[in-house]
């Protein structure tokens, strides 16, 4: 695993920023890709996610070559102002 150095504090609300692994949503050229196992830090607080360099550089790579990703997820997409009862 890559030496992660850590930013301290979150800029967006002042929360502990700590290392997890997580699976990202990773937004590329009006896309969006998930990614499963991705060394990341993130925000006790908010959540905010923040990758080093190193790993943001990586998850470009996967994005750049979604075509040859073969695992897919599904999910119900609805609209916000549907009807509910």
Known sequence: MVK???PEICEFCDGEVEHRIIQARF??????VYIDNVPAWVCDKCGEQ?????V???LEDIAKHRDYIEKKICFPLAEYDMQVS
């Open 50 to 54: 923040y990758f080093d360099a190193p």
């Open 4 to 6: 992660m150095e850590t």
């Open 56 to 58: 943001y550089r990586h």
């Open 27 to 32: 937004h590329y050229k009006g896309q969006i």
